[in-house]
């Protein structure tokens, strides 16, 4: 059950895309994208819940519920820049550091399923990645923000949900730097561990 409910997480992210295509023209599409997005954000909490409660943890959940929330937030960063609501520099910034896990994953999965088990720091940035994604999703058009550089933005218009998303990012990538810091140095140390268990 928590995996079917992990893979749902996967399966919402082109219907996210979908509606926040048609927001432009059509604010209901908005509200409805929210909503999608808000479902997806409930599955990461509710798939690893689950699987506690049960006591289902597999090793593919141990791997896919991470990847699973890389590609929908992926997905969700992707979209909102293209639309010109997220800068391009937060978008390099959160998806360098996904990418550089989700290449690692397979690998250290295979040396230690505790290295790629989600750490507290990554379950934050998550989270207020999340937020900021929601509230981000709520900026009302036209959107012009530059495709790079940071012209456009609201950083201090206090009465536009872009201002909160933004600075909610802010924070989400901070800890999204921390938690790849700290799953970088996981991996260093089982791989120097190895290396000297060789000789």
Do not use: C
Not at 72 to 96: Q, S
Not at 127 to 148: K, M, N, Q, W, Y
Not at 161 to 174: A, H, I, K, S
């Amino acid at each position: 059950m928590a995996n079917f409910i992990t893979i749902l997480r996967i399966v919402a992210s082109p219907v996210f895309v979908a509606l926040m295509v048609r927001s432009n023209a059509n604010p209901a599409a908005r509200y409805a994208a929210l909503g999608v997005f808000m479902f997806g954000a409930l599955t990461d909490w509710a798939d690893g819940f689950i699987a506690r409660k049960t006591n289902t943890v597999t090793r593919f959940g141990i791997v896919a519920d991470p990847l699973a929330d890389r590609i929908f937030i992926g997905t969700a960063l992707v979209t909102l820049y293209l639309m010109r609501i997220l800068p391009f520099v937060f978008l390099i910034v959160v998806l360098g550091r996904d990418l550089i896990m989700a290449i690692g994953y397979p690998f250290i999965g295979k040396i230690d399923r505790d290295t790629v088990a989600v750490h507290w720091t990554g379950k934050l940035a998550t989270a207020i990645l999340f937020v900021a994604l929601t509230l981000l999703t709520l900026s009302s058009a036209p959107h012009e923000g530059a495709r790079l550089g940071f012209e456009g933005f609201k950083f201090f218009d206090f009465l536009e949900w872009q201002t909160y998303g933004l600075w909610f990012f802010v924070m989400g990538m901070f800890w999204s730097v921390v938690s790849g810091t700290v799953y970088i140095l996981r991996t260093i140390k089982i791989l120097d561990i190895g290396s000297r268990g060789r000789f």
